[in-house]
């Protein structure tokens, strides 16, 4: 997510001039929290997952939670309205090993963006991987959902971070090889199996519209970065 910018008292510093602002000094709404409700642990997994990586993003109507391989969706009120494996949503293949889910809100179009890795090591040959990202097609994530995938070859995209702009969507993830070490290692990457950082950036008015191809621009890997 974007940093929110700190308001600060007093109008512009000098240039070198140190501020402080104290948090009782900084303007904004109260809120205050009224209620809470129990939604999805980490030992909800079909197996067991380390560290859980749980993700959260909130609605119109509902809110929608995803923990390493299960996804869950509630009403405002904490009502249950469904759950689900992240293998169905994505339609990933059963026998590859899936991971690293990402969920926000987009107000500006009202809908959900969702983001998931998967890969499969092969014994012999190419390591496949994918990047899989989840438009909503409405507010509401119990109605479809269209999904588009990029595909990799013998290293996967670790740690995706997804954004919104007015017209874009963007991916940022670490890249990683399936293979080593200890094993061989993909040309480009480093001794520790590191690849760079590499972000994908998509066409936010084609994947609202669901259009079976969009446009998609990747940067090339950065070893300098990580994200």
């Not at 299960?70 to 994505?90: M, N, Q, R, T």
Request: charged share 20%; hydrophobic share 35%; proline share 9%.
């Amino acid at each position: 997510a974007a940093p929110f910018s700190t308001p600060r008292q007093g109008g512009p510093a000098a240039p070198g001039t140190a501020v402080t602002v104290s948090p009782a000094g900084l303007a904004g709404p109260s809120t205050e929290i009224t209620g809470g409700f129990d939604a999805l642990d980490s030992n909800d997994n079909l197996f067991e997952t380390w560290p859980p990586d749980p993700q959260l993003a909130a609605g119109p109507d509902h809110i929608v939670e995803m923990v390493n391989n299960i996804g869950a969706i509630f009403e405002k009120d904490g009502s249950l309205v469904d759950s689900f494996a992240l293998k169905d949503l994505f339609d990933t293949p059963n026998d590859w090993f899936d991971f690293d889910p990402k969920v926000i809100y987009d107000d500006d179009s009202g809908r959900l963006f969702a983001t998931y890795v998967a890969y499969l090591d092969e014994s012999f040959g190419t390591d496949p991987a994918q990047l899989l990202t989840a438009v909503s097609t409405t507010s509401d994530p119990t109605d479809p959902w269209d999904v588009y995938v990029i595909d990799f070859n013998n290293v996967f995209p670790d740690y995706p971070g997804i954004g919104v702009t007015d017209d874009k969507v963007t991916v940022s993830v670490n890249l990683f090889d399936i293979d080593g070490p200890p094993g061989s290692i993909a040309p480009g990457c480093n001794s520790y199996g590191f690849c760079g950082v590499q972000t994908i950036i998509m066409e936010k008015s084609q994947m609202v519209a669901g259009d079976p191809s969009i446009s998609i621009f990747v940067t090339g890997a950065d070893l300098d970065r990580f994200t």
